[in-house]
């Protein structure tokens, strides 16, 4: 299958210790793959590397077709213009406002875009998410669920090829989470190509058609949810049992996940 991003024997190493280690993954185009993993495992910094935010120490990394090592200005920059970025503790500009935050990617992919063009760009996905707030205010004047919301906006806003999203429902209330993922559904059926950290059982089950496990720096497993959960691996067993349902037990909650027809997120 088509990959639409590619990691190559790649490690980065952080003060001496592999933050990753040696991983090799090809991510397929089309498909949502959730990550997964233990708290220090490694999976912002994959995710990263794989969106060419955090250079590799050894290996190589590959975006929509392009090597992240030798890729020329120019095309960087057009390819920074087709994937957005969910940040896990948002990574808002602090000097700008909302407006600003929301606008300024939108511009410096369309330059010459009319003003009232931009807005009509994010105003909709505000509004599909219930961001009531006030758009000349600064991040440090919001919730820290208004500032993910304003950081999954920002990555939709230009309908990128390929999104990457690190905890996309932390911080936001229950209907709020909702709307995320009914978003997220929505471009899982149109088949939009996301890469997806989350500790959420549900989210998982709407929304993986591939699990990459990670453990220690180092890919456990990869592959379609079917043949995950059905690991015989006693590490990615356990993993799974803990990461996604903390209460539950492996084969009540977990095989669970492969039940998509009972959708808790039907569609708006």
């Given at each position: 299958m088509e990959h639409a991003a590619r990691l190559k024997e790649l490690s980065v190493i952080y003060e001496g210790y592999p933050v990753l280690d040696e991983v090799t993954v090809d991510f397929p185009a089309g498909k949502t793959t959730v990550i997964i993993g233990p708290s220090g495992c490694g999976k912002s910094t994959l995710m990263k590397a794989a969106a060419g935010l955090v250079p590799p120490d050894r290996g190589r990394a590959e975006l929509l077709g392009f090597d992240l090592g030798r890729i020329s200005d120019k095309d960087l920059r057009s390819l920074r213009g087709r994937n957005g970025f969910v940040f896990q503790d948002a990574a808002l500009w602090q000097n700008l406002t909302v407006r600003q935050n929301l606008a300024l990617p939108v511009e410096h992919h369309n330059p010459g875009l009319d003003t009232s063009d931009v807005g009509r760009r994010f105003e909709p996905l505000l509004s599909d998410l219930g961001f009531v707030g006030q758009m000349e205010l600064r991040p440090s004047q919001l919730?820290?669920?208004?500032?993910?919301?304003?950081?999954?906006?920002?990555?939709?806003?230009?309908?990128?090829?390929?999104?990457?999203?690190?905890?996309?429902?932390?911080?936001?209330?229950?209907e709020v989470s909702e709307r995320i993922v009914r978003k997220l559904k929505n471009l899982h059926d149109r088949g939009k190509t996301m890469l997806l950290i989350t500790h959420n059982p549900e989210i998982t089950s709407q929304l993986a058609d591939y699990l990459l496990v990670l453990k220690r720096g180092r890919v456990l497993l990869f592959g379609t949810l079917q043949e995950v959960v059905h690991s015989a691996n006693p590490e990615v067993s356990a993993i799974l049992s803990n990461v996604l349902s903390e209460a539950a037990t492996y084969d009540t909650d977990i095989l669970s996940l492969l039940d998509r027809n009972s959708d808790p997120f039907p569609d708006m």
């Amino acid at each position: 299958m088509e990959h639409a991003a590619r990691l190559k024997e790649l490690s980065v190493i952080y003060e001496g210790y592999p933050v990753l280690d040696e991983v090799t993954v090809d991510f397929p185009a089309g498909k949502t793959t959730v990550i997964i993993g233990p708290s220090g495992c490694g999976k912002s910094t994959l995710m990263k590397a794989a969106a060419g935010l955090v250079p590799p120490d050894r290996g190589r990394a590959e975006l929509l077709g392009f090597d992240l090592g030798r890729i020329s200005d120019k095309d960087l920059r057009s390819l920074r213009g087709r994937n957005g970025f969910v940040f896990q503790d948002a990574a808002l500009w602090q000097n700008l406002t909302v407006r600003q935050n929301l606008a300024l990617p939108v511009e410096h992919h369309n330059p010459g875009l009319d003003t009232s063009d931009v807005g009509r760009r994010f105003e909709p996905l505000l509004s599909d998410l219930g961001f009531v707030g006030q758009m000349e205010l600064r991040p440090s004047q919001l919730s820290a669920g208004e500032r993910k919301i304003i950081s999954f906006v920002r990555a939709l806003v230009s309908d990128p090829d390929i999104l990457f999203l690190d905890e996309p429902t932390t911080f936001v209330d229950t209907e709020v989470s909702e709307r995320i993922v009914r978003k997220l559904k929505n471009l899982h059926d149109r088949g939009k190509t996301m890469l997806l950290i989350t500790h959420n059982p549900e989210i998982t089950s709407q929304l993986a058609d591939y699990l990459l496990v990670l453990k220690r720096g180092r890919v456990l497993l990869f592959g379609t949810l079917q043949e995950v959960v059905h690991s015989a691996n006693p590490e990615v067993s356990a993993i799974l049992s803990n990461v996604l349902s903390e209460a539950a037990t492996y084969d009540t909650d977990i095989l669970s996940l492969l039940d998509r027809n009972s959708d808790p997120f039907p569609d708006m």
